[in-house]
């Protein structure tokens, strides 16, 4: 079976710029949800979607937004990109039938680099 | 608020047993608590989940008191492939809550 993949796995903006990034779950997983994880930081949590409706945010500003296709695949956004959104960006997936203590599958990350 | 508080690092050495304790003084009673391992640009990974007492699996235990207000994750004889940095993770079912901690930096030497 395979793992949470996300694409791009590298990536160099320039500040002022957009990025999108792409994840795909576990196939049969419903929910995907977004970390951000800064060096020396641990895990800060952005958002949760499931069934194309985010149903839980972290406390991030606006400018970074996502969203989820019929087909669990998510999509997150950054706009107006800042100097400080340089980070490994983290999706991860479960399947939801035991509500919140389904097991978390991380994927293997996209590291942004802002410029 | 809830809060999950671990110590930021520890020290072992190989062959040792290694106990890692969280802290989550405000855990609801549906919560239940799962510890992640996470290695240097990798995403982290799941090691093991409990709600109460101890549990068990093929790569370490979970001993959870009665108060249910913390949490050690036990690493039997560990190697140099078992630094990492560990996280716990207060998971709350009643409003889809994550709660994470900080992460323990764990270095093993030989």
């Known amino acids: 079976k395979a793992g949470v993949t996300q694409t791009p796995r590298y990536l160099i903006k320039t500040r002022g710029q957009q990025v999108t990034l792409s994840c795909s779950p576990i196939?049969?997983?419903?929910?995907v949800s977004w970390y951000q994880q800064t060096p020396g930081q641990g895990l800060q949590f952005l958002f949760e979607?499931?069934?194309?409706?985010?149903?839980n945010k972290g406390n991030f500003p606006g400018r970074f937004s996502g969203r989820q296709f019929s087909n669990s695949r998510s999509e997150m956004n950054v706009s107006t990109l800042e100097l400080g959104d340089s980070a490994l960006y983290l999706c991860?997936?479960?399947?939801?039938?035991?509500?919140?203590?389904?097991?978390?599958?991380f994927g293997p990350g996209t590291r942004l680099t802002v410029l | 608020l809830a809060k999950t508080t671990q110590p930021i690092s520890m020290d072992s050495y190989e062959g040792q047993e290694v106990n890692i304790t969280c802290s989550h003084n405000?855990?609801?009673?549906?919560?239940?608590i799962t510890w992640y391992q996470q290695f240097p640009s990798q995403g982290p990974r799941f090691i093991i989940q409990?709600?109460?007492?101890?549990v068990t699996n093929e790569v370490a235990s979970l001993f959870i008191p009665a108060d249910r207000k913390s949490s050690t994750l036990s690493l039997p004889r560990v190697s140099l492939s078992d630094t990492a940095v560990y996280y716990c993770?207060?998971?709350?079912?009643?409003?889809?809550?994550?709660?994470w901690g900080a992460g323990t930096k764990l270095i093993i030497k030989p």
């Open positions: 405000n855990i609801a009673t549906n919560d239940y």
């Open positions: 409990g709600y109460k007492t101890k």
């Open positions: 991860a997936s479960r399947r939801i039938d035991r509500g919140l203590t389904d097991t978390q599958y």
């Open positions: 979607y499931f069934s194309e409706t985010q149903r």
């Open positions: 196939s049969g997983h419903r929910s």
């Open positions: 993770l207060v998971i709350r079912d009643s409003n889809y809550q994550l709660i």
